[in-house]
């Protein structure tokens, strides 16, 4: 690694994604002030992930549940009463 090219605070910060208790320790220079003990016995700078490739649906396969009916069908549902409302005026 070439010498004076990296930012003064480029050091190893432990990425924690919360919702899995997952983490990584990668170099960077993401700015935090807390700081966490991992599984190697080290204390890291913490950089709290609200979503990782370990929780994110795309990644892992896991969607959430979702109406499988199409649009049509919920509008029909919705409105199925209006039509015999209408032709009575």
């Known amino acids: 690694m070439k010498k004076g090219i990296h930012p003064t605070n480029y050091r190893e910060v432990l990425f924690y994604d919360a919702s899995v208790q997952q983490g990584w320790v990668i170099r960077s220079c993401a700015a935090t002030t807390k700081t966490m003990k991992w599984t190697d016995g080290k204390e890291y700078p913490l950089y709290t992930l609200d979503t990782s490739s370990a929780s994110h649906p795309v990644y892992t396969g896991k969607r ?26």
């Not at 069908?73 to 005026?89: P, T």
Request: hydrophobic share 35%.
């Open 64 to 89: 959430r549940e979702a109406n499988t009916e199409g649009r049509a069908s919920r509008f029909s549902d919705k409105f199925k009463g209006m039509a015999s409302l209408v032709a009575k005026k």
